[in-house]
């Protein structure tokens, strides 16, 4: 398909070899993981997808399970979302989002999105354009997050391994993508 970028393969968190992740963006439409990484497939009728990706600008991120796991990836970078205690906006602006993650080692990860020019778009020219909208245009709010102005974007009860847990056996026998 002209325009769908194939991504590489991780070394670290190689997602099982037809793994489906729909693109949140265009429905019917997303990429399937091979030996060599993401190539971009458009789903069958009914087809079934193991998560969510999206292409930013220079990086694809996606959310999804494979191999018992459910994995983030950013780029070239991969967690297994048991290792995520929380996630925490620090700001979201037209073109970028930026969150960090706050990892079940202590350690902190930055996942940075730079938003592709159509979405940048939406949100200039769209008066209607909130919150609700950026759902559809940024992963990471797929998880329960914080907000930058402190909002919390799930039941207080639910962190990101709870959250993880309950989507695993879902999105491992697939979630309706395909028209």
């Known amino acids: 398909m002209t325009g769908w970028p194939s991504f590489p393969a991780l070394a670290a968190a190689t997602p099982s070899a037809g793994t489906l992740v729909g693109d949140q963006q265009h429905w019917g439409h997303g990429w399937v993981a091979g030996h060599d990484g993401w190539r971009p497939v458009r789903f069958e009728t009914r087809q079934r997808c193991n998560g969510f990706g999206m292409e930013y600008r220079n990086l694809f991120a996606a959310v999804y399970a494979s191999n018992g796991v459910v994995w983030l990836q950013t ?12 996630v925490v906006q620090r700001y979201e602006g037209v073109r970028t989002s930026c969150y960090e993650l706050h990892l079940a080692n202590g350690e902190t990860a930055l996942v940075k999105l730079r938003m592709p020019m159509a979405v940048v778009m939406h949100r200039l020219v769209d008066p209607t354009y909130d919150e609700i909208d950026s759902w559809s245009d940024d992963v990471m709010k797929m998880f329960p997050y914080v907000a930058s102005d402190g909002w919390t974007a799930t039941d207080e009860d639910e962190d990101v391994q709870s959250w993880a847990r309950r989507v695993l056996a879902l999105w491992t026998s697939g979630v309706k993508h395909g028209r």
Do not use: P, Q
């Open 75 to 86: 780029g070239s970078r991969a967690w297994d979302t048991s290792a995520i205690n929380r």
